[in-house]
């Protein structure tokens, strides 16, 4: 059974751009090795493109948390600040002052654990992440 004139001339263009491929890289031998190099690296590569851009997603999160955070501390500051202004005896002065710091521990407090949430989901994702790309890696080796 004869190939035919369209497989043969197939073979042959990729016979002829192996060939060329060949060549240049006799010319540049540094181009193989930059293969070589990208190619035992791209897991950890990829690996860190990812983490690149959940760290990005973290960060954006984490900015509009605190913005938010600061903005509701500043109107309970200048709420705290009025109630000041309304006391009339030193107990009022002290209920209201107690009040106050009570209120902004509790509320500093839910912030650090959010952000100790955030900061631990990030530690997480980026195991996992590194943990798939050098099993992926690792079975890659194998074959």
Known sequence: MCAG???????MNA?????LADQGLDKN???ASLDTWMSINRPM??????????LIEQVSRANNEWLGFVNRRMKEDMAASKRFMEC?????VFFAYSDFVQRAQQQ????FQ???RLNQKLADETATVLKSRMEEAEADLRH
Request: avoid cysteine.
């Open 45 to 54: 590569l990829e690996a860190m493109t990812e983490i690149n851009g959940r």
């Open 114 to 116: 959010y952000f100790a």
């Open 88 to 92: 009339r005896t030193v107990q009022d």
């Open 29 to 31: 031998p540094g181009l």
């Open 5 to 11: 004139p369209l497989v043969e001339e197939r073979t």
């Open 108 to 111: 500093y407090q839910a912030e």
């Open 15 to 19: 016979n002829a751009s192996r060939s």
